[in-house]
Nanobody, 122 residues
Framework: QVQLIESGGGLVQAGGSLKLSCAAS????????MAWLRQAPGQERKFVAT???????YYADSVKGRFTISRDNAKNTVYLQMNSLKPEDTAVYYC????????????????WGQGTQVTVSS
């Protein structure tokens, strides 16, 4: 089992920045593909970014150039730096983990955090 705890959400004005953190425990963190997904009201949970075990990163087109995912294996933590935030970025952001990458869709991840709310005001 892997336990994930997100933090860092909040309310920010459009154009502002937030940094989310996700602390992992339970298994060898460095073995896991880590990702951030988000879910806006009335919408399905969608892929935002992933960082593989080798450090390679991938992003949804909607956040490319604005968000940066990173991992610190020594601290068992994955981060999401969000810059130039837009109202459409408003959502609950979830940290997720999987041992072997199977795809970006939410059903491909085995472990989830409880989510952290990000609200961007216009």
């Amino acid at each position: 089992q892997v336990q994930l705890i997100e933090s860092g959400g909040g309310l920010v004005q459009a154009g502002g920045s937030l940094k989310l953190s996700c602390a992992a425990s339970g298994r060898t963190f460095s073995n896991y593909v880590m990702a951030w997904l988000r879910q806006a009201p009335g919408q399905e949970r969608k892929f935002v970014a992933t960082v593989r075990t080798n450090g390679n990163t991938y992003y949804a087109d909607s956040v490319k150039g604005r968000f940066t995912i990173s991992r610190d294996n020594a601290k068992n933590t994955v981060y999401l730096q969000m810059n130039s935030l837009k109202p459409e970025d408003t959502a609950v952001y979830y940290c997720a983990a999987v041992l072997y990458y199977r795809g970006s869709e939410s059903f491909n991840y085995d472990y989830w955090g409880q989510g952290t709310q990000v609200t961007v005001s216009s």
